[in-house]
């Protein structure tokens, strides 16, 4: 299997922004974050925050993932580089479709973007990933992502 990040098309963004804005919405409600009445509209808040100029937004690239022998896009990353004087890059959302997941294509996209941010000079990567995401915080751990910190939580209801 071979992938590239393409740079997302206009119509891939108005897909993935809807997307990630629920999902995140959804995850938030899920952790006990935010009301669930909120959610939506304070991810979408967040989204428009973090990316004001979408596309066009300094220090962030958006890249569809595509899988060459299939030539379809089989997800979505975002990234962008966050502490100019570390040059630390970090990693905002990583999805891959439905039909595609377990199938090892985050893990190539995760050291495409490990080549991508060496070439911007970029000494490290963070990212924050759910303590339930079982899946993604294996892939992290077999990457060589270290926890860095931890939030808890207790609900009282």
Not at 4 to 24: C, E, G, R, V
Not at 61 to 84: H, K, N, P, R
């Amino acid at each position: 299997m071979k992938i590239s990040l393409a740079p997302m098309t206009a119509a891939a963004y108005a897909s993935f922004k809807a997307y990630s804005i629920a999902d995140f919405a959804e995850q938030m409600q899920r952790t006990g974050q935010w009301p669930s009445d909120q959610a939506p509209a304070l991810a979408a808040h967040s989204f428009a925050e973090v990316l004001p100029e979408g596309l066009l937004t300094p220090g962030h690239y958006l890249f569809e993932i595509q899988d060459l022998t299939l030539g379809e896009s089989v997800g979505a990353i975002w990234v962008g580089v966050v502490e100019e004087q570390l040059r630390e890059g970090f990693v905002f959302d990583l999805v891959i479709h439905e039909s595609f997941r377990r199938q090892g294509y985050a893990q190539l996209a995760m050291l495409q973007v490990e080549a991508f941010f060496k070439t911007l000079n970029v000494s490290s990567i963070a990212l924050e990933v759910y303590a339930d995401n079982v899946g993604a915080r294996r892939l992290y751990d077999e990457l060589g992502y270290q926890v860095t910190s931890q939030s808890m939580r207790k609900s009282l209801e």
